[in-house]
């Protein structure tokens, strides 16, 4: 399995910003990470596709939505409202599990990993 993300770039504070990650390979379950700058790396959303609802951090919720198109083998990550908090590199990971709702947050829990795309919002 492979993961491809791209999409990032430099936005203004309220713009939005779609996240792309091509997958190669069968997966069950998606998430999107991201490490700001001396900062741990933490969930952003993720999806167990064949089962259940996204998750999202509460940081996401309502401005942040996962979705997929198989058609295309890729994940999305639809981000709206960016502020400069959301600036961080983001990275895709995926498990060829089914990972149930309170693991999907765990990076532990993924197998395989994309590389990042780097977000930068100006306020």
């Known amino acids: 399995v492979q993961l491809q993300a791209s999409g990032g770039g430099l936005v203004q504070a309220g713009n939005s910003l779609k996240l792309s990650c091509a997958v190669s390979g069968r997966t069950v379950t998606t998430g999107w990470f991201r490490q700001a700058p001396g900062k741990e790396r933490e969930f952003v959303a993720g999806?167990?596709?064949?089962?259940?609802?996204?998750i999202y951090a509460d940081s996401a919720k309502g401005r942040f939505s996962i979705s997929r198109d198989n058609t295309k083998n890729t994940v999305y990550l639809q981000m709206n409202g960016l502020t400069s908090e959301d600036s961080a590199l983001y990275y895709c990971a995926a498990s060829q599990r089914g990972l149930i709702a309170s693991s999907i947050g765990r990076a532990e829990e993924y197998e395989y990993w994309g590389q990042g795309t780097q977000v930068t919002v100006s306020s």
């Open positions: 999806r167990r596709w064949n089962f259940g609802s996204a």
